[in-house]
Antibody, heavy 117, light 110 residues
Framework: EVQLVESGGGLVKPGGSLRLSCVASGFSFSSYSMNWVRQAPGKGLEWVSSINSDSTYIYNADSVKGRFTISRDNAKNSLYLHMNSLRAEDTAVYYC??????????WGQGTLVTVSS | EIVLTQSPGTLSLSPGERATLSCRASQSIGSNYLAWYQQKPGQAPRLLIHDVFTRATGIPDRFSGSGSGTDFTLTISRLEPEDFAVYYCQQYDSSPPTWTFGQGTKVEIK
């Protein structure tokens, strides 16, 4: 069974940093692109960042360019999102999602990031 | 950037009824890069339909997708109690690679 478990969320002050992690199991992690998608409280879904299987291609939404960095460690079956210069509008549940082609076929349960003073 | 607009915002229906959800793109979507997701309260989204009309693994056949160009539809032929949820359409643009979601349609019990 495919499982994605996110961690690392919490309360952080504006301008602060946070690193999210996603541990994968139940599939060959190193063979798939992975993604981060976020959802602000009571709002819709917003794609954040994507990374291909060997980290040679990385794509980011304009809203996070220059502030967020996606990375992965295939030896640890882990995906990361390094978030810097956090703003109130970054407050959201952050989901890790596995790619199937261009689709997101499996999702974790999410980790909540709250940016507030 | 392609913008997806979903309608209606909320659909109030009874179990057993047919649900028709619309997703309109601001410009033509190429290569069938259109998907639908279902999200229930407190849960992660679930992939329902990809490539416009292909059901994801384990998705019942009461869910169907259709459309082309800028107009797409998700149809639930007969609503089951577990189908009341929020539905999002999503598109992929390859130049440069970006993914965009619609704002969602809530299907609620009438």
């Amino acid at each position: 069974e495919v499982q994605l478990v996110e961690s690392g969320g919490g309360l952080v002050k504006p301008g602060g940093s946070l690193r999210l992690s996603c541990v994968a199991s139940g599939f060959s992690f190193s063979s798939y692109s992975m993604n981060w998608v976020r959802q602000a409280p009571g709002k819709g879904l917003e794609w954040v960042s994507s990374i291909n299987s060997d980290s040679t291609y990385i794509y980011n939404a304009d809203s996070v360019k220059g502030r967020f960095t996606i990375s992965r460690d295939n030896a640890k079956n882990s995906l990361y999102l390094h978030m810097n210069s956090l703003r109130a509008e970054d407050t959201a549940v952050y989901y890790c999602a596995k790619s199937l082609g261009w689709n997101f076929d499996c999702w974790g349960q999410g980790t909540l990031v709250t940016v507030s003073s | 950037e392609i913008v997806l607009t979903q309608s209606p915002g909320t659909l109030s229906l009874s179990p057993g009824e047919r649900a028709t959800l619309s997703c309109r793109a601001s410009q033509s979507i190429g290569s069938n890069y259109l998907a639908w997701y279902q999200q229930k309260p407190g849960q992660a989204p679930r992939l329902l339909i990809h490539d416009v009309f292909t059901r994801a693994t384990g998705i019942p056949d009461r869910f169907s997708g259709s459309g082309s160009g800028t107009d797409f539809t998700l149809t639930i032929s007969r609503l089951e109690p577990e189908d009341f949820a929020v539905y999002y359409c999503q598109q992929y643009d390859s130049s440069p690679p970006t993914w965009t979601f619609g704002q969602g349609t809530k299907v609620e019990i009438k």
